[in-house]
């Protein structure tokens, strides 16, 4: 029984092969363009599962000849191809993270791999003038009433003569002199509290007063605020420093250091605008890491003014380009004195 039927399979199978080229499966009309058709509204193709291992012991018999083979890695998510050669990933992975950054002071739009633009004030055009309306008509002038006779301007009297001045009167009686203050004294002592003296001793203030000449006070007598609120110092009526009521220290208006990484990939002695004020931060560089394309990674690196920015302009030994990943610390003016030339080259102090 079991040979029959499978002879009766096999001449199904030869006597279809010969009826048509193609295989539909889940249709009985299979596109005529289609060497295999599936169709399902239920149901998905499920094709096979190699993780990395089994992939590398795969790709050991495959040759040129296996381009185009399909398998899917449970390990990474991913369908994998041969591309003749090794197995490709799809879709690939995106390394292409750009950081994009915009300076309201210089309207330079910038992209963290070094390139960057400078937008243009764009102002929309005019439009026309409309036509000018059509002027109403012009009121009736009133009657002008009748002007009245002006009088007759009287004659000026003759000046009269100055009377004599008249003597002066007698000084009045001085009045009682007024009760004096009792205060004798009114002094600050170096611990700054206030003493008030008069006939029935000293008041001494219990709180001390910071004085202008400095201060003589216990440990406990502190200056500051005691509730949630920064502490601020001005001068010409501005902030320019304030400590907060978290701790952090602001100057003029900000934390007074700040770190930031750039990144540039596949660089050959790279010379970029960071795109930050030399008026308001300097710059230095904090590390830096380049990748070379040799064995020996010695590197040279600084940072310099161009243009109202800071700039950094860097180099490795090797002969190709590198990823580059700078660290810059950028410090307020207000709390440096930078020496340093302003070339980029060149300059400074002999040891």
């Avoid at 002038?141 to 000026?156: E, H, K, L, S």
């Avoid at 920015?309 to 090797?318: H, I, L, N, P």
Wanted: charged content about 10%.
């Amino acid at each position: 029984m079991k040979l029959i039927t499978s002879t009766l399979f096999l001449l199904l199978i030869f006597t279809f092969s010969q009826a048509q080229n193609n295989v539909g499966i889940g249709t009985n009309t299979p596109d005529p363009n289609a060497l295999l058709h599936l169709e399902s509204n239920s149901k998905g193709i499920l094709i096979p599962k190699l993780d990395a291992a089994e992939r590398i012991a795969l790709g050991a018999a495959l040759n040129a000849s296996n381009k185009g083979l399909l398998v899917f890695g449970p390990d990474t998510d991913q369908f994998w191809y041969w591309n003749g050669t090794i197995w490709i990933p799809f879709p690939a992975p995106d390394n292409d993270q750009q950081a994009l950054t915009f300076n309201a002071g210089t309207n330079t739009l910038s992209i963290s791999n070094g390139n960057s633009i400078v937008l243009p004030n764009f102002v929309a055009p005019t439009g026309p003038t409309g036509p000018t309306g059509v002027q109403g008509l012009q009121g009736n002038v009133g009657a002008t009433g009748a002007t009245g006779d002006p009088g007759p301007q009287g004659i000026q009297g003759i000046q009269g003569n100055t009377g004599p001045i008249g003597a002066t009167g007698a000084t009045g009686v001085t009045g009682p002199t007024g009760f004096g203050s009792d205060n004798t004294a009114f002094t600050f002592n170096v611990a700054g509290n206030a003493a008030i003296t008069d006939g029935s001793g000293t008041l001494t203030t219990a709180q001390q007063a910071w004085l202008v000449g400095g201060n003589n006070a216990p440990a406990s007598n502190n200056l500051g605020q005691v509730g949630n609120a920064p502490l601020v110092f001005i001068t010409n009526n501005q902030n320019r420093m304030s400590v907060e009521a978290n701790g952090d220290i602001f100057v003029d208006g900000s934390k007074p250091i700040e770190i930031r990484r750039y990144f540039c990939n596949g660089c050959d002695n790279p010379n970029r605008n960071t795109g930050v004020s030399s008026v308001i931060w300097v710059a230095v560089i904090a590390g830096f890491y380049p990748t070379a394309n040799s064995n020996s990674e010695s590197t040279r690196s600084r940072m310099y003014e161009n243009g109202g920015t800071w700039w950094f302009k860097g180099d490795a030994e090797g002969a190709n380009g590198e990823d580059w990943s700078v660290d810059i610390m950028f410090i307020k003016r207000q709390l440096v004195t930078d020496t340093r030339p302003a070339s980029q080259n060149g300059g400074g102090t002999g040891f």
